[in-house]
């Protein structure tokens, strides 16, 4: 499985991006998809994660303002990030979580400026 993220760029506070993960090679039954994102000096952390059914989570920062959704027959993830604030700046990773390990896509950056 190989991951293409894309969407990032440089927005002001209060602006809206949306990212996008499109999942190609060996596909097979894929069901989680989700994203990562980890700013300067800090960990990686969890954004959101979805799985096939519709069923997602949403970490407690971004809850309100940021959405995750799907298209399964695209095997593509999609997240929507409103109300953003200078602290989501970060490079945003799509994630797959597979049994062999996790697939990482190559991450893109999201500048929020104040």
């Known amino acids: 499985v190989q991951l293409q993220a894309s969407g990032g760029g440089l927005v002001q506070a209060g602006g809206s991006l949306r990212l996008s993960c499109a999942a190609s090679?060996?596909?097979?039954?894929?069901?989680?998809m989700g994203w990562y994102r980890q700013a300067p000096g800090k960990q990686r952390e969890l954004v959101a994660m979805t799985n096939s059914g519709g069923g997602a989570t949403v970490a407690a920062s971004v809850k309100g303002r940021f959405t995750i959704s799907r298209d399964n027959p695209k095997n593509t993830v999609y997240l929507q990030m409103n109300s953003l604030k200078p602290e989501d700046t970060a490079v945003y990773y799509c994630?797959?979580?597979?049994?062999?390990?996790?697939?990482w896509g190559q991450g893109t950056l999201v500048t929020v400026s104040s």
């Open positions: 090679g060996v596909i097979f039954n894929i069901n989680f």
């Open positions: 994630n797959v979580p597979r049994a062999s390990g996790p697939v």
